[in-house]
Nanobody, 126 residues
Framework: DVQLVESGGGSVQAGGSLRLSCAAS????????LGWFRQAPGKEREGVAS????????YYADSVKGRFTISQDNAKNTVYLQMNSLKPGDTAIYYC????????????????????WGQGTQVTVS
């Protein structure tokens, strides 16, 4: 079974940066889609970015393009989310998630596409 553990969250001033990490373990299959989602109080969980472990294809929400970068280190089984130029609107609990096979252009941002979820890490921008 796949287990995901997020880290790197915290509080930062607007314009600052944070780097989130998601350590994965228990991989059974060779190809997964790894995604970052976030959920603010009273809001639905939304997709932020995703990356395929196989072909490294990436996807981003329009709201974070140019500011956030998703990457992976296969040797460490870790996916990262580098967040720059943070805004108060980025405040949320950030979750990493995974599903088998590559990410799909039409569904990478859908919560229902993902099977495995981490516990989340809080990001607060003020």
């Amino acid at each position: 079974d796949v287990q995901l553990v997020e880290s790197g969250g915290g509080s930062v001033q607007a314009g600052g940066s944070l780097r989130l990490s998601c350590a994965a373990s228990g991989y059974t299959y060779s190809s997964y889609c790894l995604g970052w989602f976030r959920q603010a109080p009273g809001k639905e969980r939304e997709g932020v970015a995703s990356i395929s472990t196989g072909d490294s294809r990436t996807y981003y929400a329009d709201s974070v393009k140019g500011r956030f970068t998703i990457s992976q280190d296969n040797a460490k089984n870790t996916v990262y989310l580098q967040m720059n130029s943070l805004k108060p609107g980025d405040t949320a609990i950030y979750y990493c998630a995974a599903h088998r096979y590559d990410c799909y252009a039409g569904s990478w941002s859908y919560v229902s596409s993902y099977v495995h979820w981490g516990q989340g890490t809080q990001v607060t921008v003020s």
